[in-house]
Nanobody
């Protein structure tokens, strides 16, 4: 079983910055990929950024050049540095972690979500 703890959301003015973090804990797994998704009211959940075990990253076009995803393998933690925030970035941000278990299965786990609100 994997537990995820997210932190770092909040209220910020447009142009400001926030840093989200998501720490995975538990035993009997290795992390395959970590990522951030977001869901705004009335919209579907969408990928924001993702980083796989080899270090490759991909970003939604809407955040390229403003957001940076990184991970600390020793801490099983993924970060999302969000700069130049816009009101349209307002959403609940969810951490998603894909792990490989000891029986070689791939499983997804989601964090509880953290609210990011950007005021104009």
């Amino acid at each position: 079983q994997v537990q995820l703890v997210e932190s770092g959301g909040g209220l910020v003015q447009a142009g400001g910055s926030l840093r989200l973090s998501c720490a995975a804990s538990g035993s009997g797994f290795s992390i395959n990929a970590m990522g951030w998704y977001r869901q705004a009211p009335g919209k579907q959940r969408e990928l924001v950024a993702r980083i796989i075990s080899g270090g490759s990253t991909n970003y939604a076009d809407s955040v390229k050049g403003r957001f940076t995803i990184s991970r600390d393998n020793a801490k099983n933690t993924v970060y999302l540095q969000m700069n130049s925030l816009k009101p349209e970035d307002t959403a609940v941000y969810y951490c998603r972690v894909t792990v490989r278990t000891t029986d070689w299965a791939l499983r997804d786990y989601w964090g509880q979500g953290t609210q990011v609100t950007v005021s104009s």
